[in-house]
């Protein structure tokens, strides 16, 4: 574990979602997989990706990224668990660390934009 807890959150997201996918056995189900890793391994992507951010600005926005990719997998975690794709301990499990990575990306989205002022 580093001593960046957003950077750790979402790396085990990343894994969670990964492994969520593979999971999933449902027939004609792999353009929602498709769209569920993509956005759900971004939101890690784009946090790593701010680590070395050019300027604040580019900071900020690297966040603001990670945050809209990890609404767009919240859609898509529900969908999947709303056709029964995934099951609900799996989709709440899931879900949860995702609004607690939200969470994190709208704070430090905040502290940061404070920041520049």
Known sequence: MSDNKL????????????NLVD???????????????RAGTSVGANIR?????????????KLEIALKESNETSYWLK????TKRIDTQAYQ???????NIRRLLIASCKTAKENTK
């Open 93 to 99: 499990r899931t879900e949860k660390l995702c609004g």
């Open 23 to 37: 999971g999933v056995t449902a027939p004609k189900s792999s353009y929602m997989t498709d769209q569920l890793a």
């Open 7 to 18: 950077l750790d959150l979402s790396f085990e997201f990343a894994v969670a979602i990964v």
């Open 49 to 61: 990706e701010a680590q070395y951010a050019q300027s604040k600005r580019d900071f900020i926005a």
């Open 79 to 82: 969908l999947m668990h709303e």
